[in-house]
């Protein structure tokens, strides 16, 4: 999901001449709140009935009790829950992070236009259009004892790397967030490329000019820049970062030892698996 | 700045365009390999023989086939209701002075942003007591719901920037709401509309949490979800899993190439304005 940036500027838009246009017609009311009552039942009811049934406890089953703060009591005592709190925050920094860099590398390497750059623009959002679940699939092939992972550092010498990816706890998540930002790179390329495009190239020759080295013109005429982007590509990353949830639940769902819990995943289970209607809802907020 | 590039840029992108596509090369071998070679020579090794064995055990039963037809009518159902649903509420509230219609546009955009945890168990109830749990429609319609307020920001820019000239000539010609959305809006829309059904298309048909949501019966299940099913059913054949998430990722990397431009012109659309 795109664009939290710039709500709406007045200029041009709404028709402001003729008295006419002033009343709304009963069918434009129609236009708006038909769509407007949809989206009110499916996502902001349910999101009030989930924050009230998180204050109680529930098995989906007869009367849900009322627990008062109970359920949030619980969750801070969980170490499960501060195991999936302190994934998350790694998840964000780790999966935002190296999807930034690696998303903003390559768009400036792939600005210019030139033999190729087409293909390897192609090649890097790729992956983009392959699902979440299908995206955990591959990559749990290739981190497979034996898989192409284990044989690559073999091959290279590194035999005493090769283990169970996705089975020891020390690196399961990463290995998992390693797949995820596989897939989101070729996004923020996409946005950054889009950003450079609107930059001023003179700008950019004439501190060339002034002697500045392609290190300051980068940081200093560039990124200055590139500030709406960045806003874009900042909310786009938190957003997606929070979301997680079929990746993780395709390679790993959680385990090993829940050791890759994310608040998603965990709630998930709780909500879903173990049918705690009133713990998972809490775990949700 | 049209300085030459130095060979360096192709010695170091050309490998690194190969390794960031090792995964999806990799998978196509497998899936190409059959049973007794991969547990002979191991999962890393080239292939001694390509069959499609592993396809056609993941297509037997015909529970892909299924699946592939429940995501397809999902997906073609929910980005044509959506968007229809998206196009009205930007047309009303881009065009007409409704009250306080800035308010209502952010907070149809937040409440799309909103995790999706949030709403998964409330949602599934609700479905439950409407009767219409475990069924396609359901999905379609939390589908709906949960991406309009992005899609009728999105439009929203688009229409507002339509120019005013167009409107007053339609008002004078006595052309009422319904006939200038019907044959003056949709039709300047029609970019807009076509970057965000490539993106949406996308969203719906890889979405997995509404479905494991709403859908209980595995004859219901798109394909994403599926896929997890028979991963667990096949948990050691390799080929057969790797044929079945290539057999998923198909249709979205067809849509990706033929509408690569209104692709990249969506994941754009609404950060370039």
Not at chain 2, 114 to 133: A, D, E, F, K, M
Request: charged fraction near 10%.
């Amino acid at each position: 999901m795109t664009a939290v940036q710039d709500a709406p500027v007045r200029t041009g838009a709404p028709p402001r001449h003729g008295r006419r246009r002033r009343r709304v017609p009963p069918l434009v009311w129609a236009f708006l709140l038909l769509p407007l009552a949809v989206e009110l039942f499916w996502v902001f009811w349910p999101a009030m009935n989930s924050f009230s049934l998180s204050f109680t406890e529930w098995n989906g089953v007869g009367a849900a009790t009322p627990v008062g703060w109970e359920n949030y009591e619980r969750m801070l005592a969980d170490p499960v829950f501060a195991t999936a709190f302190r994934n998350n925050v790694i998840w964000v920094i780790g999966f935002g992070g190296l999807s930034v860099v690696g998303g903003l590398a390559l768009a400036v390497a792939l600005n210019r236009p030139g033999r190729g750059v087409g293909i390897y623009r192609s090649a890097i959002y790729l992956p983009m259009v392959i699902s979440l679940a299908v995206t955990g699939l591959l990559w749990r092939v290739m981190y497979q004892p034996g898989g192409p992972i284990d044989s690559g550092l073999g091959a290279i010498g590194l035999g005493s790397l090769q283990q169970q990816w996705l089975a020891n706890p020390d690196t399961a998540l990463y290995a998992v967030l390693i797949a995820a930002v596989w897939r989101q790179v070729g996004y923020i390329m996409v946005l950054y490329l889009a950003g450079l495009k609107g930059c001023d190239p003179t700008l950019e020759e004439a501190a060339a000019v002034d002697g500045a080295t392609a290190w300051q013109r980068f940081w200093r005429v560039v990124m200055p820049q590139l500030r709406g982007v960045n806003t874009v590509v900042f909310a786009v990353t938190v957003i997606d970062s929070l979301r997680t949830f079929d990746i993780v639940w395709a390679m790993t769902r959680g385990g090993p030892y829940n050791t890759t819990q994310l608040l998603s995943t965990y709630m998930f289970q709780q909500g879903f698996t173990l049918v705690n209607l009133g713990y998972g809802s809490a775990l949700a907020w | 700045m049209r300085t030459a590039r130095s060979p360096w840029f192709h010695a170091v992108m050309i490998p690194f365009t190969l390794l960031w596509l090792a995964p999806i090369i990799f998978v196509v071998l497998v899936a190409l390999r059959d049973f007794d070679d991969i547990a002979a020579r191991g999962l890393g090794a080239l292939p001694a023989g390509l069959t499609l064995e592993g396809f056609a055990t993941a297509l037997a039963g015909g529970k892909v086939a299924t699946a592939l037809a429940n995501s397809a009518v999902v997906t073609v159902c929910a980005v044509v209701a959506s968007l229809a649903l998206a196009a009205l509420a930007a047309y009303a509230l881009s065009r007409h002075r409704i009250p306080a219609r800035r308010t209502i546009l952010l907070v149809m955009l937040a409440g799309n942003l909103l995790p999706p945890q949030i709403l998964l168990i409330p949602v599934s109830r609700i479905t439950q007591s409407l009767g219409i749990y475990d069924t396609l429609f359901a999905l379609v319609v939390v589908q709906v719901g949960f991406g309009l307020g992005f899609y009728t920001f999105v439009l929203h820019g688009f229409m507002r920037a339509l120019p005013t000239e167009v409107f007053e000539a339609a008002l004078l010609d006595g052309s009422g709401a319904g006939r200038t959305f019907w044959s003056i809006v949709l039709p300047l829309c029609r970019p807009a509309l076509a970057a965000l059904a490539a993106l949406a298309t996308t969203w719906i048909y890889n979405d997995l949490i509404w479905a494991m949501t709403v859908l209980q019966t595995d004859t219901r299940f798109p394909i994403t979800a599926a896929l997890l099913n028979l991963q667990g059913g096949y948990s050691n054949s390799w080929n057969v899993i790797a044929a079945g998430s290539l057999v998923a990722a198909v249709p979205t990397a067809i849509v990706f190439f033929v509408f690569q431009k209104q692709f990249v012109s969506g994941l754009l659309v609404g950060a370039n304005k």
